[in-house]
């Protein structure tokens, strides 16, 4: 892990690294995330085609700028961030997105499970950086909100008229 001679005022160098080793986990997510929203966006067909194609774009500029904050929050703790798709695959221990060319209602589905992971996770990160860095738990905080939106709509798709979503 590439470090600086600095951190930031306040912030021990044991408390940043521990920080930046839970952000660099974000950052993969985060990138992996952007890319599987840009595949369905690119694979998905079938009736409601062009609402869900245009709903996804957005998500993916939100993610990939979720990404952007916590590489730069990395960096202002003095270490590098690492944005390759060789760092993804390396630390990465979740399955790789299923579907190629489906239907509106399996992308979403899959789409789901997808902010499942990815919200779970930024939870458990909010409350590990908790004792370590309370603008770092904010920036989690608030990208988590939004991906949770995210999740809304696409759960506003799948959901039933008695409020189920099929699992």
Same mark, same amino acid.
């Given at each position: 892990?590439?470090?600086?001679?600095?951190?930031?005022?306040? /912030?021990?160098? %044991?408390?940043?690294?521990? #920080?930046? &080793? *839970?952000?660099?986990? $974000?950052?993969?997510?985060?990138?992996? +995330?952007?890319?599987?929203?840009?595949?369905?966006?690119?694979?998905?067909?079938?009736?409601?085609?062009?609402?869900?194609?245009?709903?996804?774009?957005?998500?993916?500029?939100?993610?990939?700028?979720?990404?952007?904050?916590?590489?730069?929050?990395?960096?202002? /703790?003095?270490? %590098?961030?690492?944005?390759? #798709?060789? &760092? *993804?695959?390396?630390? $990465?221990?979740?399955?790789?997105?299923? +579907?190629?060319?489906?239907?509106?209602?399996?992308?979403?589905?899959?789409?789901?499970?997808?902010?499942?992971?990815?919200?779970?996770?930024?939870?458990?990160?909010?409350?590990?950086?908790?004792?370590?860095?309370?603008?770092?738990?904010?920036?989690?905080?608030?990208?988590?909100?939004?991906?949770?939106?995210?999740?809304?709509?696409?759960?506003?798709?799948?959901?039933?008229?008695?409020?189920?979503?099929?699992?």
């Amino acid at each position: 892990m590439a470090k600086s001679k600095f951190t930031l005022p306040g /912030l021990s160098e %044991a408390k940043a690294k521990q #920080v930046v &080793e *839970i952000l660099q986990e $974000r950052l993969n997510s985060y990138n992996d +995330l952007s890319l599987t929203l840009k595949h369905v966006h690119w694979n998905v067909v079938g009736p409601s085609f062009i609402g869900v194609h245009e709903m996804i774009d957005p998500q993916v500029d939100e993610v990939r700028l979720n990404a952007d904050a916590v590489a730069e929050r990395i960096a202002a /703790l003095g270490f %590098a961030p690492r944005g390759t #798709v060789a &760092e *993804i695959t390396r630390t $990465r221990d979740w399955d790789d997105y299923p +579907l190629d060319r489906a239907l509106v209602p399996d992308h979403l589905a899959a789409l789901d499970h997808e902010y499942d992971r990815v919200i779970a996770e930024n939870r458990k990160a909010i409350e590990d950086v908790e004792e370590l860095d309370l603008v770092t738990q904010d920036l989690l905080i608030g990208q988590t909100g939004g991906l949770e939106k995210f999740q809304w709509f696409v759960r506003a798709h799948l959901e039933s008229a008695a409020g189920t979503i099929p699992s």
